[in-house]
């Protein structure tokens, strides 16, 4: 078994910072990639940003320059420093693995969410 441990999100006025963290935690060989989404109430998820096992990032243009997104390969954990947080920016936060498990091989796993709520 696989499970994502999403923590961090909150409340915080416009202007403020979070900073979310997520544990990819079970039976994993390696992971490939790892990545934050979100949600708003009436839309769709997207994609805020994501990084590779080499590093390589990844951001939606709403929120480069702002978010940072960042991991600690030997802790299978992936953070997301969102600094000068705006009211539109307000969703739940889920965190994304590209892993291999153990038993069966390449899959993806999504976090439960995190509700990330800015304040004007």
């Known amino acids: 078994q696989v499970q994502l441990v999403e923590s961090g999100g909150g409340l915080v006025q416009a202007g403020g910072s979070l900073r979310l963290s997520c544990v990819a935690a079970g039976s994993i060989t390696g992971i490939n990639a790892m990545g934050w989404y979100r949600q708003a109430p009436g839309k769709q998820r997207e994609l805020v940003a994501t990084i590779t096992s080499g590093g390589s990032t990844n951001y939606a243009d709403s929120v480069k320059g702002r978010f940072t997104i960042s991991r600690d390969s030997a802790k299978n954990t992936v953070y997301l420093q969102m600094n000068s947080l705006k009211p539109e920016d307000t969703a739940v936060y889920y965190c994304?693995?590209?892993?291999?498990?153990?038993?069966?091989?390449?899959?993806?796993?999504w976090g439960q969410g995190t509700q990330v709520t800015v304040n004007s």
């Open positions: 994304n693995a590209d892993l291999v498990h153990m038993l069966w091989g390449k899959r993806v796993y």
